[in-house]
């Protein structure tokens, strides 16, 4: 999908965030026991048959909807190659990884980013999760003003020794844990960036991994990941496979979403309205749904009466 070239560049709000995740499964129960037991959500049944992942008192993180008919996306599909829930502290995701243990559900890794630590798992449909925790922003590394990243082994022994002599960890996630960021499989890393940083207004923040690239609203390290490593030149999964239905990026207040809703059109790209968001998908098929939290459509209905 090439873009119009009549796009104005612009940045994104600052204050920019990654709202909720919406997947499509295949074992609903199934499901809500990994995310339940394995991550330490809490589930909610919505009226239309979806299921509502959140901490205690908190929005949904992930919304899932059963398919079990569903068709599996291609091995080099575009598509989710994992949301990534952000925990208040270390000791937090010392507890993620015990909580993972004692739910018998597999690690698929542990790595040290330098700006984070992370530990990376799957739900039962393949579906990538990761759970990290981030550094200080003043000890995130530079060179020549750069942000720096890497990929190295996390020392899960000092990760747990954050413990202490706790015998047990909580059931739940911690309250303030939210969607970091989440990281797509695209076909085109050129194409991408043209719409995440061209249009949208995402920066660029590292572009130091191979096939890779990594963008963020107000200087964090990343909201959005990017990469072509299983995905180079695919196509978008069939309709309504298993994976990752939509996510959403949530503007601080209306008018900046308008200044970001504007950049779209111009863009000449399609846009569904989907309540009071807006749904619009990247050029590799990935389903970007564009609105403001909650508490900010709240404000705005209230100084409008």
């Given at each position: 999908?090439?873009?119009s ?7 994104i709000?600052p204050?920019?965030?990654?709202g ?7 074992d ?27 901490t ?5 993180l ?8 569903a068709?599996?996306p291609g ?9 990534a829930?952000?925990?208040p502290?270390?000791r937090?995701l ?8 004692e ?13 984070s ?21 003043d ?10 990243m ?14 202490g002599?706790?015998a ?6 911690p ?13 085109d890393?050129r ?7 061209g249009v949208?207004?995402?920066?660029v ?13 107000g ?21 309504g496979s298993?994976g990752?239905?939509s996510f ?18 111009a ?8 309540g009071?968001?807006s ?20 404000r705005?209905?209230?100084t409008?009466?």
């Amino acid at each position: 999908m090439a873009l119009s070239s009549s796009t104005a560049k612009a940045a994104i709000h600052p204050d920019t965030t990654v709202g909720t995740v919406r997947l499509t499964v295949s074992d609903l129960d199934r499901a809500r026991t990994f995310y339940e037991d394995a991550v330490g959500l809490s589930a909610t049944e919505l009226e239309d048959g979806v299921l509502a992942l959140a901490t205690d008192a908190g929005r949904a993180l992930i919304e899932l909807r059963e398919a079990p008919a569903a068709p599996v996306p291609g091995p080099r599909a575009t598509g989710l190659y994992h949301l990534a829930i952000l925990v208040p502290t270390r000791r937090d995701l010392a507890s993620a990884l015990v909580r993972l243990a004692e739910a018998g559900w597999p690690s698929h890794g542990a790595s040290d980013h330098l700006v984070s630590e992370a530990l990376y798992s799957s739900d039962p449909d393949g579906n990538g999760i990761e759970i990290y925790r981030d550094r200080p922003w003043d000890q995130w590394p530079r060179a020549g003003g750069a942000l720096q990243m890497s990929t190295l082994p996390l020392d899960l022994r000092s990760v747990l020794a954050e413990l202490g002599d706790a015998a047990c960890v909580g059931r739940l996630a911690p309250a303030g844990s939210r969607i970091g960021h989440i990281h797509l499989q695209v076909a085109d890393l050129r194409d991408a960036e043209a719409f995440y940083n061209g249009v949208l207004g995402f920066e660029v923040m590292v572009r130091g991994y191979q096939g890779a690239l990594f963008l963020s609203a107000g200087g964090y390290h990343h909201h959005i990941g990017l990469n072509t490593w299983h995905s180079a030149g695919g196509s978008p999964p069939g309709p309504g496979s298993f994976g990752l239905r939509s996510f959403e990026v949530e503007l601080p207040d209306e008018q900046e979403l308008g200044r970001v809703l504007a950049r779209v059109q111009a863009a000449g790209l399609e846009i569904q309205q989907t309540g009071s968001r807006s749904l619009v998908r990247d050029p590799s098929g990935n389903a970007v749904v564009l609105g403001v939290p909650p508490a900010a459509q709240a404000r705005s209905a209230g100084t409008e009466r």
